[in-house]
């Protein structure tokens, strides 16, 4: 599953025995969680410029995180707002 927002927060609301793996990027808001996330570390990307021959380093900034061990990927991403996840 995926959801996007370009102004605006994403709120979503699953039960508490949500086996996701969640992809969170906002440019301009919060990440917020009830649930007990296991953070998977990204870091950055190198790419090579082909024309010049250079390579430049491109910083990922998406937040990843498993929930009750992972599972199902659901994508989060605005620019203009927080990403809410709330346990029920």
Known sequence: ??????NGDVDLTFPAT??????MKTEQGE???G?????????PIQKKDT?????K???DEWVKGDINGGGAEFTMK???GDII???K
Not at 35 to 43: A, L, P, Q, S, V
């Open 1 to 6: 599953m995926s959801f996007t927002t370009f």
């Open 18 to 23: 949500l086996k996701a793996t969640l992809k």
């Open 31 to 33: 990440i917020l969680s």
């Open 35 to 43: 649930f007990d996330m296991n953070m998977i570390k990204t870091g």
């Open 51 to 55: 024309k010049s021959g250079t390579y």
């Open 57 to 59: 380093v491109v910083i």
């Open 78 to 80: 605005n620019y203009n």
């Open 85 to 87: 996840i709330r346990k």
